[in-house]
């Protein structure tokens, strides 16, 4: 079995990295989605809560629970920003390893690229010392026939 060369195992390492950074992102963005959808219900709850405001009566039961149901509305409110806050802080994460993803993809292609073109190169090398062995193996036949008197 052939060994790898170092730029097979650059390469290797490279798309290692690279899919390592792409679970990462992936784990960021599902992040972000459940963020997202939390930060939707406490807000749809908000709205069907509210809507079901008790209005201001004359007794003190009443009031009582029209000052609980306001107080309640508060603390709705204030998880909402803070899970407002925390759908935002994870977008930027997101983003961030939505960045390192890319730049790590393209470390990779820069590397394959750069593989690519070293086969192209010895290839050519090749074909060129085949051409140049059958050019010369057809070179002594001919001198070999004139040699013999005999016309290619």
Same mark, same amino acid.
């Given at each position: 079995?052939?060994?790898? #060369? ?25 992040? &972000? ?13 908000? #709205? ?24 309640? &509305?508060?603390?709705?409110?204030? %998880? ?6 925390? &759908? ?11 960045? %390192?993803? #890319? ?50």
């Amino acid at each position: 079995m052939k060994r790898p #060369s170092a730029i097979e195992m650059l390469i290797e390492m490279r798309r290692r990295e690279r899919d390592r950074v792409a679970g990462i992102c992936a784990q960021a963005q599902r992040d &972000v989605d459940a963020a997202t959808g939390t930060l939707r219900m406490l807000t749809q709850y908000r #709205s069907d809560y509210e809507n079901r405001a008790p209005k201001n009566g004359q007794s003190a039961t009443d009031t009582l629970r029209v000052q609980v149901h306001e107080r309640f &509305v508060d603390k709705l409110g204030l %998880a909402i920003g803070e899970q407002d806050n925390l &759908v935002g802080n994870l977008n930027e994460r997101s983003e961030q390893q939505q960045r %390192a993803l #890319s730049d790590r993809q393209r470390r990779l292609k820069a590397m394959e690229t750069l593989a690519l073109r070293r086969e192209t190169e010895r290839l050519k090398r090749l074909e060129s010392l085949e051409q140049k062995q059958t050019d010369e193996f057809a070179t002594q036949a001919y001198a070999r026939a004139r040699r013999e008197g005999n016309k290619p």
